[in-house]
């Protein structure tokens, strides 16, 4: 028996396989058995629907359908809710549906056949054919929010995004994106330029082996026509939402979009107290310099500030705790210049300022304002 013919041999022999329609390949390699396992979140379900007449009679009015049974709901999938007229001996019906799976849990795929023998009988048959769909990816978001430009309120927003493969196989991650609200612009940063061409951080390879995890970094910045009209946004602010696309080892295309994803926007309260200028690193023991922005976020009350420097175990402040700062009008700002030094090595965080207004008896509180290196001073022999 020549190589080609081993095959088709197989088929013939296979006790699955409807006689005389071998070649219509339905034997047990491509007929789903009652439970054939798993499916992933995002993935498209497709399956293939022959309905055979195996008899030596012609039937009427055959009515195919397939419906996807999930927890929560029940959907038709086939292409035409039509009968047929009638189907002679050794032919087909044949069908493919499509669904992409949105739901997590079980799902039955029940396929339901009706048709009329030539003595008018009414006849009936239904087949299940149950699969799990799983989560595919594990996602976590983390934002952060600085201060790019100090003297406005439109501070940037840093979205990271932990993306990991909880799958038993590779991915190839074809797409990672944020799609951002309508407030605000986003950059991608996780790309570098080398000779004027973007080269993904994640080097050539695009795969995220099985239980691996990558971390995607946005940056989003308020557009100027909204910022100009929200101020200082608060409360819960909608950031957008992350698509994400990939194909597993056959090819098989992959995708999720999360839900609009939120964050608590920082709070600055009546009184904003921000840093214009501080050094990266400081000698120990040796003063250094910082350069404070007190703004009145107030639209219309003026506040009378009073400047107070409360020491830590590794911080300690140069001059006079407790002066007048004088009257801050509503949207202005001021700038002080403080002198401070550390007698702890290693990173420490600047804090201990407080400031009272005096008209409302009302105390504002700010620690961990920056944090400086401090180092132990090199000293020269001769």
């Not at 088709?8 to 409807?18: E, Y």
């Not at 007929?31 to 030596?56: A, K, M, W």
């Not at 999938?77 to 039509?82: E, F, G, M, P, R």
Request: net charge negative; charged share 20%.
């Amino acid at each position: 028996m020549l190589q080609g013919d081993l095959f088709n041999q197989l088929m013939r022999d296979d006790p699955s396989t409807v006689s005389g329609a071998e070649i219509l390949m339905l034997g047990e390699m491509l007929t789903l058995p009652q439970n054939f396992g798993n499916i992933f979140l995002g993935e498209t379900f497709s399956s293939y629907i022959s309905v055979h007449n195996d008899s030596s009679q012609v039937v009427k009015e055959i009515l195919v359908k397939a419906d996807l049974q999930t927890s929560s709901q029940r959907l038709n999938l086939s292409a035409s809710n039509a009968a047929v007229a009638e189907l002679k001996p050794d032919c087909c019906i044949d069908d493919v549906i499509h669904h992409e799976v949105k739901e997590i849990g079980t799902h039955i795929l029940v396929c339901a056949v009706s048709y009329t023998t030539q003595s008018g009988e009414k006849m009936y048959f239904r087949k299940f054919f149950k699969f799990q769909v799983l989560k595919p990816l594990d996602v976590k978001t983390k934002f952060y929010n600085a201060e790019s430009d100090l003297s406005s309120v439109t501070d940037e927003v840093f979205l990271e995004a932990q993306i990991q493969n909880i799958t038993n196989s590779p991915m190839f991650m074809e797409k990672v994106s944020l799609e951002p609200s309508i407030m605000y612009n986003v950059a991608e940063l996780n790309s570098i330029s080398q000779a004027g061409e973007c080269i993904s951080t994640f080097g050539s390879r695009a795969y995220l082996q099985p239980m691996d995890t990558r971390q995607y970094l946005y940056c989003l910045k308020p557009k100027k026509e909204f910022a100009e009209k929200a101020g200082i946004i608060k409360g819960v602010t909608v950031i957008g939402k992350l698509d994400i696309v990939w194909k597993t080892n056959l090819g098989e295309r992959g995708r999720l979009q999360t839900s609009q994803l939120q964050r608590m926007a920082p709070g600055y309260g009546d009184v904003r107290l921000s840093l214009e200028a501080i050094p990266d690193t400081v000698n120990l023991e040796e003063p250094f310099h910082i350069t404070c922005k007190i703004t009145n976020c107030s639209s219309e009350r003026t506040m009378d500030l009073v400047l107070e420097m409360c020491n830590t175990n590794s911080i300690h402040w140069c001059g006079i705790s407790g002066r007048q700062l004088g009257k801050l009008h509503p949207s202005s700002s001021l700038c002080l210049a403080l002198t401070l030094l550390s007698s702890v090595q290693g990173l420490q965080s600047v804090s201990g300022l407080r400031l009272t207004d005096t008209f409302l008896k009302r105390t504002y509180e700010y620690d961990d304002i920056a944090q400086v290196c401090v180092v132990s001073a090199i000293k020269m022999e001769n």
